[in-house]
């Protein structure tokens, strides 16, 4: 069974920064792409960013430039790191990795971020 474990949320105020980690309790090899996605109250669940095996990565429009995304095979993490946070960010930001064998799919549990002055 795999666990994807999120950290790094909380409360910020607009123009600051945050970093999100996401350990997975497998090497990171097992998976074809890891991701970010967010879901604010009353809206469907976006992804935020993506990255494959090669190395490529993706972003969704509200985020290019400002967020960025990230692994350390060694350790086992993917990374999302934020930066010019905005009150429109603010959303439950969960960890998503497809295994690159069986195609099943995995969560984490979220971590909450709330951009507020």
């Known amino acids: 069974q795999v666990q994807l474990v999120e950290s790094g949320g909380g409360l910020v105020q607009p123009g600051e920064s945050l970093r999100l980690s996401c350990v997975a309790s497998r090497s990171l090899v097992r998976f074809n792409a890891m991701a970010w996605y967010r879901q604010a109250p009353g809206k469907q669940r976006e992804m935020v960013a993506r990255i494959v095996t090669s190395g490529r990565k993706s972003y969704a429009e509200s985020v290019k430039g400002r967020f960025t995304i990230s692994r350390n095979n060694a350790k086992n993490t993917v990374y999302l790191q934020m930066n010019s946070l905005q009150p429109e960010d603010t959303a439950v930001y969960s960890c998503?990795?497809?295994?690159?064998?069986?195609?099943?799919?995995?969560w984490g549990q979220g971590t909450q971020v709330t951009v507020s002055s």
């Open positions: 998503y990795a497809n295994h690159r064998y069986t195609n099943r799919r995995y």
